[in-house]
């Protein structure tokens, strides 16, 4: 396997007391926000045991997603770029994170009626999947695609049938391997990558996060796991059932530099 450019530091946001009344389409049930928050500390003791520096932002009270950091924001080495979310509710969410992502990027806005969440956004190598789903429209795409095409990226649409997200569904290991749902499997955009299908039941751990040559995953899917620790890769398992009830997953809670 190819290794992926390594992250040096992360962004991540403290989810608030209101994060029980964020969107959620899982039917879960709310959290429980004591829990929420030891397993939101535990991602971020997992990110610094792997080398990156972790900037922590306060909560952000009246957004109660905010903490679902990525989908404000699309990081490239050279710039940083802002999204317009599709969810009327997190639209202020790209104003309170462009701020910080000045400090390390220079920044760039998706603008309306463009719209465009960080978690239709797969980066593989130099290739990017962007998700056309309830959150980003063609127009959002387009403007990144442009943005991406001007640094000698190349891009794809992709339409998300499943799943609020794309990276609901898929994620990338290194440069060349790609996790992704059975939905997925057959989707020609994907061609030319090795591949690991995730059965039926088991497509949340989809959303699994390659941090400089470790994998994390959701805890509670041993065959996934098991799938995982044959790529050679170190395997970190998290807690992520309260996370889960608000449609997250482990990409979203981070902005990786």
């Known amino acids: 396997m190819m290794p992926a450019q390594p992250f ?4 991540v946001r403290r989810p608030g007391a209101d994060a029980g009344r964020g969107l959620t389409t899982a039917g879960l049930g709310p959290p429980d926000f004591s ?3 030891e397993q939101h500390a535990a991602y971020i003791r997992t990110l610094r045991s792997l080398g990156l520096e972790v900037i922590v932002l306060d909560p952000a009270p009246g ?3 905010a903490y679902f950091v ?3 924001a699309v990081v490239l080495p050279e710039l940083a770029v802002v999204t317009n979310p599709g969810a009327p509710s997190r639209r202020g969410e790209a104003a309170l994170i462009e ?3 000045a400090r390390y990027r220079r920044t760039v806005r998706v603008e309306p009626p463009g719209t465009l969440d960080g978690g239709d956004v797969l980066a593989v190598g130099n290739r ?3 998700g056309l789903s309830a959150r980003t429209n063609a127009e959002g795409a387009e403007q990144l695609g442009r943005i991406l095409a001007g640094h000698g990226l190349s891009w794809t649409p992709v339409v998300v049938a499943g799943g609020l997200h794309l990276k609901s569904g898929i994620c990338a290991l290194g440069d060349d391997t790609l996790v992704l749902a059975e939905s997925l499997a057959d989707d020609r955009a994907f061609g030319g990558h090795r591949r690991i299908v995730l059965s039926p039941g088991e497509e949340y751990a989809a959303n699994s996060l390659w941090v400089n040559g470790s994998v994390l995953t959701p805890a509670g899917f041993p065959s996934v796991r098991a799938k995982l620790a044959r ?5 970190i398992e998290l807690e992520m059932s309260e996370v889960r009830k608000m449609d997250g997953g482990l990409t979203c809670l981070s902005l990786r530099l």
């Open 8 to 11: 040096t530091r992360a962004i």
């Open 35 to 37: 829990l929420l928050l």
């Open 63 to 65: 957004f109660p997603d």
């Open 70 to 72: 990525e989908d404000a």
């Open 99 to 101: 701020p910080v992502l």
């Open 128 to 130: 990017f999947f962007i």
């Open 231 to 235: 790529l050679g890769l170190p395997v």
